[in-house]
């Protein structure tokens, strides 16, 4: 069995004390802290999701500006129907060399059948 120190002694009485004196808010306060400490995670792992989504949108637009002409780039970035994209492919198609025409009919086709 071991001898209480002093010291011991009296940090367990001043433990004792803060607990008497705070009554059943402690218990409230030890809950309080262990959802601090569970959202802090949740929070910290959602805003790095975040994070790397916003750094895959940047890099996605700046590949779009270095490799898509700016009819292309248009042509993805426009609301229109598939009649009206359908209308501005072949006019492209006609007026492009043929392999850019037939990259841009792939691409755009490529893209109304992902967000459909």
Excluded at 5 to 32: D, Q, S, Y
Excluded at 35 to 48: Q, R
């Amino acid at each position: 069995m071991k001898v209480l120190k002093h010291e011991n002694f009296w940090k367990f009485l001043i433990i004792v004390a803060i607990g008497l004196a705070a009554g059943p808010e402690i218990v409230l306060a030890i809950e309080m802290r262990i959802l601090l400490e569970l959202l802090g995670v949740a929070l910290f792992t959602t805003v790095f999701a975040v994070g790397a989504q916003y750094v895959l949108l940047e890099l996605r637009g700046r590949i779009h500006d270095m490799f898509l002409w700016p009819a292309q780039r248009a042509l993805f970035g426009s609301e229109a129907g598939i009649a009206e994209k359908g209308t501005a492919v072949s006019y492209l198609t006609m007026n492009w060399p043929s392999w850019l025409g037939f990259l841009t009919v792939i691409m755009v086709g490529a893209v109304v059948m992902v967000r459909a």
